[in-house]
């Protein structure tokens, strides 16, 4: 569930272990829910009042890179990604399939890997074929500024370009809840 903590230390680990006791705490919580809204390996959390949505200008793994105002008038969901991440791979199939279903709404899917090499994006892609336009960030800045700690996130933006919710960890984006939390993308 780390961003790369070998990279950062001490101070990576902590980070890694509060934000992962955060989502453990918060999915357990869910689970003794009678009511839960989420499913177990998913958390929606509403963009922060007040919280300006970043910028985004990133590099495209073997084709252009891409920001955010060539989005404009568009509802976008942004992936956050890494080929060791065993439910980000779990996921990456559904939310091609997303893509597709709601191309006429215009929305786009775009997959942000975070940190890894030409080579281990290109091995992943070869054994798992997508579609979804593959951004870089090389140095994880993005998917800090972005609040993206756990693996996946997935932040949705508005066809305003603001920020809407995130969802932190795994997802079936062709289910029901996931139809149910990304409606007012489309609205």
Same mark, same amino acid.
């Given at each position: 569930?780390?961003?790369?903590?070998?990279?950062?230390?001490?101070?990576? $680990?902590?980070?890694?272990?509060?934000?992962?006791?955060?989502?453990?705490?918060?999915?357990?919580?869910?689970?003794?829910?009678?009511?839960?809204?989420?499913?177990?390996?998913?958390?929606?959390?509403? +963009?922060?009042?007040?919280?300006?949505?970043? *910028?985004?200008?990133?590099? *495209?793994?073997?084709?252009?890179?891409?920001?955010?105002?060539?989005?404009?008038?568009?509802?976008?969901?942004?992936?956050? +990604?890494?080929?060791?991440?065993?439910?980000?791979?779990?996921?990456?199939?559904?939310?091609?399939?997303?893509?597709?279903?709601?191309?006429?709404?215009?929305?786009?899917?775009?997959?942000?890997?975070?940190?890894?090499?030409?080579?281990?994006?290109?091995?992943?892609?070869?054994?798992?074929?997508?579609?979804?336009?593959?951004?870089?960030?090389?140095?994880?800045?993005?998917?800090?500024?972005?609040?993206?700690?756990?693996?996946?996130?997935?932040?949705?933006?508005? $066809?305003?370009?603001?920020?809407?919710?995130?969802?932190?960890?795994?997802?079936?984006?062709?289910?029901?809840?996931?139809?149910?939390?990304?409606?007012?993308?489309?609205?």
């Amino acid at each position: 569930m780390s961003l790369d903590v070998c990279a950062k230390g001490r101070s990576g $680990r902590r980070e890694m272990l509060a934000g992962g006791l955060a989502y453990g705490l918060a999915c357990g919580l869910a689970a003794l829910s009678p009511a839960r809204a989420e499913p177990l390996g998913a958390l929606l959390r509403p +963009w922060p009042k007040g919280q300006a949505t970043p *910028g985004l200008a990133l590099p *495209g793994f073997e084709g252009p890179g891409w920001s955010l105002a060539e989005a404009k008038g568009r509802p976008v969901l942004l992936n956050f +990604w890494a080929s060791w991440c065993e439910p980000c791979r779990a996921e990456m199939p559904a939310l091609e399939l997303l893509a597709q279903r709601h191309e006429r709404e215009g929305l786009l899917v775009l997959a942000v890997n975070q940190r890894e090499t030409d080579a281990a994006i290109r091995r992943y892609l070869q054994l798992m074929p997508i579609s979804l336009p593959v951004l870089r960030d090389l140095d994880g800045s993005t998917s800090r500024a972005w609040g993206a700690r756990v693996l996946p996130t997935t932040v949705a933006l508005g $066809r305003d370009g603001k920020a809407l919710f995130t969802v932190m960890g795994e997802l079936d984006w062709t289910g029901p809840q996931a139809r149910q939390w990304i409606a007012p993308l489309f609205s």
